[in-house]
């Protein structure tokens, strides 16, 4: 074989074990910095059938009732928790 194409194989190889390790932690930094907000959780989920499904979702202390469809998402009923009793996610009694 060729040294100059042996030299090149080896030159290609070196770039791309350094340039892999760079690509993965920037993906991780830039996916660190954009996940926006975190006070929007899915508390429930009971799945329907193929691709249906309710959702209870709970964002700035109230919680949605969700009808999702591939073809569109309702809201069936919203509750504020202050007045519904829950507390820190549970019912009380």
Do not use: F
Not at 44 to 59: C, K, T
Not at 63 to 90: C, F, H, M, W
């Amino acid at each position: 074989m060729d040294t100059e194409l042996i030299l090149g194989l080896v030159r290609v190889i070196v770039v791309l074990a350094l340039l892999a390790p760079a690509v993965y932690w920037a993906a991780r930094w830039y996916g660190r910095r954009h996940t926006g907000s975190t006070n929007l959780q899915i508390r429930e989920v009971l799945p329907l059938g193929v691709n249906r499904a309710l959702y209870v979702i709970e964002w700035d202390k109230r919680r949605y009732l969700l009808g999702v469809t591939p073809q569109a998402i309702t809201l069936i009923d919203s509750v504020d928790q202050s007045d519904s009793g829950l507390k820190n996610g549970e019912e009380t009694s």
